[in-house]
């Protein structure tokens, strides 16, 4: 255990307040219409949005609410989301896990490029991230004729929301882990691989603590996305009630028959997890800087 | 001195290259170029002169400009306030503050239709906010701009924030002792540094705004000509299965992505060797 005593990073945290003084200030008046502007313009556009969700939810009594909350399609809708979760984000955490090793532990030709192809699914738009699975499995698209042959079904079922939910959410651990690892080098693994211990037991016992809670962060920040995709599952889920509706499109479905209370009752739980991602990240923020 | 070199491959003593290199290259191609590749294949299909008809149909014409006007004046926005915002969570104290910065992340953690359908009901002519309004804002291209100004908003603040915790008070003291008011010192001094972050996150927010849909389909009304955003053409046309026009449109969207992306990949370039010599 010695060994990862002495490479502990430097810390570089500087104490700012002891050398405030008046001339790094600005004037009262700039400091108080500067944070007046910055608050209201989070109450116009984070906070109000946020607490017109419960409101509206709420707005035509709790019964509706629950109603609203515990309808078969609503409940079909929450399960679909909750198994697409549980197939993805696992996988794009191993993933993320592997890309940052192969990426950061080593050096080789193309690595920019790589890193680049992990990026992509950021710069493409979710209808575009759900067109191309339209293209390769839909009854038009390249592999269409043999699906439809041996009778298997991607688009409009379960695999193509699957599959788009990846696509949309791939780079999300990998891109956490990246930058973290690279700071923190590989002398650590070279130490207890030249110890006599094993790839995997160096991986579980040496790297694994060191990116936990890197690691944290990025799966709740898949798991986030990976519940609230809307236009890629939109364009490959077929729209089938009860069937391949996940929680976001039950809510677009309510909202476009008028059914407000409802709209906002389910989109309120959504709203609670996202609250929820936001505390545990900053949780998150809290435990890294401290360990 | 070529003894000196150490040959790669006997440095590589950490385990693992080709399993982490293997698997993340196949998980990538067959996940993401795989299924990209399709777009550019697919237009293969078309003839030169009906791809050109096809994107420069005047719906979707219109629907580029709705598209790039609205992104750029709420990726505008978001540099100013989000450079305000950065600016006041770094350097001024008042209550709530950490909760206050914990929210700022919200749009990243809220799906976009919960923000899409709160925004369309708050900005509504009978909304909360609408009402105070004798203008339409939601159903018009000002409810477009609004949802993507809080789309983009975290993207702002979250580049430029850490860049302005890491300038160093020696630095705007010593500009301060030479005679420069604050002005000159944010001007001269401070601002230089923030431009790439400043710009990073810019390009980030206009980025995502190009592509955005979830937020935007509800607050825009998708009129034809007006405020119909080009992913909403794409999604048009796949609902009436001409997949081929669905997929050249996507081309158009896809090349304006990856010059994007090439330009915030140039900014952090430049920005990076700045601080080399």
């Avoid at chain 1, 909350?69 to 996988?91: F, N, R, S, W």
């Avoid at chain 2, 914990?102 to 919960?114: C, R």
């Avoid at chain 2, 053409?233 to 158009?252: F, P, S």
């Amino acid at each position: 255990m010695e060994q990862s005593t002495f490479i502990q990073q430097a810390s570089t945290k500087k104490n700012k307040a002891a050398t405030q003084s008046a001339a790094l200030q600005e004037p009262r008046i700039i400091r108080y219409t500067l944070t007046c502007i910055a608050l209201a313009f989070l109450a116009f556009f984070i906070v109000l949005p946020l607490v017109s969700i419960f409101i509206t939810a709420f707005q035509k009594g709790v019964d509706v609410y629950f109603a609203a909350i515990t309808h078969p399609d609503a409940l079909a809708a929450i399960k679909l989301t909750l198994i697409v979760v549980a197939i993805t984000v696992p996988l794009n955490a191993i993933f993320g896990v592997m890309a940052a090793w192969a990426l950061t532990k080593f050096n080789f030709k193309g690595k920019n490029l790589l890193l680049t192809m992990v990026d992509l699914p950021f710069a493409v738009s979710p209808v575009i991230a759900g067109l191309v699975f339209i293209l390769l499995f839909g009854s038009q698209g390249l592999f269409g004729d043999w699906l439809f042959a041996h009778d298997i079904k991607i688009v409009f079922a379960l695999p193509g929301i699957v599959l788009a939910t990846i696509f949309v959410t791939l780079p999300f651990v990998a891109r956490e882990l990246i930058p973290l690892m690279q700071t923190q080098g590989t002398s650590e693994e070279e130490a207890s691989i030249s110890l006599g211990a094993s790839g995997f037991k160096t991986f579980w016992y040496v790297t694994l603590p060191n990116i936990k809670w890197g690691l944290f962060y990025g799966v709740i920040l898949c798991n986030a996305r990976a519940i609230g995709e809307f236009g890629a599952v939109s364009v490959v889920s077929g729209h089938i009630r009860g069937m391949t509706n996940t929680m976001p499109l039950h809510i677009e479905i309510l909202y476009n028959e008028y059914q407000f209370a409802a709209a906002f009752a389910v989109a309120s739980l959504m709203s609670v997890m996202a609250i929820f991602t936001l505390i545990v990240k900053d949780i998150i923020a809290w435990k890294s800087k401290s360990s | 001195m070529s003894s000196l070199i150490i040959p790669k491959k006997s440095r590589r003593i950490i385990p693992g290259f080709h399993l982490s290199l293997g698997y993340t290259m196949l998980y990538v191609s067959l996940l993401v170029l795989l299924p990209l590749s399709m777009i550019f294949i697919h237009t293969m299909s078309l003839s030169w002169s009906a791809f050109i008809d096809i994107i420069t149909d005047p719906r979707a014409v219109a629907s580029y400009k709705v598209s790039f006007s609205t992104a750029l004046i709420a990726g505008l926005l978001n540099v100013i306030f989000g450079t305000i915002i950065a600016w006041v969570l770094v350097r001024y104290q008042f209550p709530f503050k950490r909760i206050i910065d914990g929210l700022v992340d919200l749009p990243f953690a809220l799906p976009t239709a919960v923000a899409g359908i709160a925004l369309t009901s708050l900005y509504a002519p009978n909304g909360w906010i609408g009402q105070f309004f004798n203008f339409k804002i939601a159903f018009t291209p000002l409810g477009i701009i609004i949802a993507l100004t809080f789309i983009g908003l975290p993207f702002v603040v979250r580049t430029v924030q850490p860049v302005l915790q890491n300038i160093s008070a020696e630095v705007e003291e010593a500009s301060a002792s030479l005679g420069a008011n604050r002005l000159q010192t944010f001007r001269k001094v401070i601002l230089p540094e923030l431009v790439p972050a400043i710009l990073t996150g810019f390009s980030l927010a206009f980025a995502r705004a190009l592509g955005e849909y979830g937020s935007v389909v509800f607050i825009a009304g998708n009129m034809p000509m007006k405020t119909e955003i080009t992913p909403l053409i794409i999604m048009t046309k796949l609902e009436q299965y001409d997949y081929a026009g669905a997929t050249a449109i996507a081309v158009v969207m896809l090349v304006t992505s990856f010059i994007l992306l090439f330009t915030i990949n140039l900014i952090q370039w430049l920005a990076n060797r700045r601080f080399v010599h």
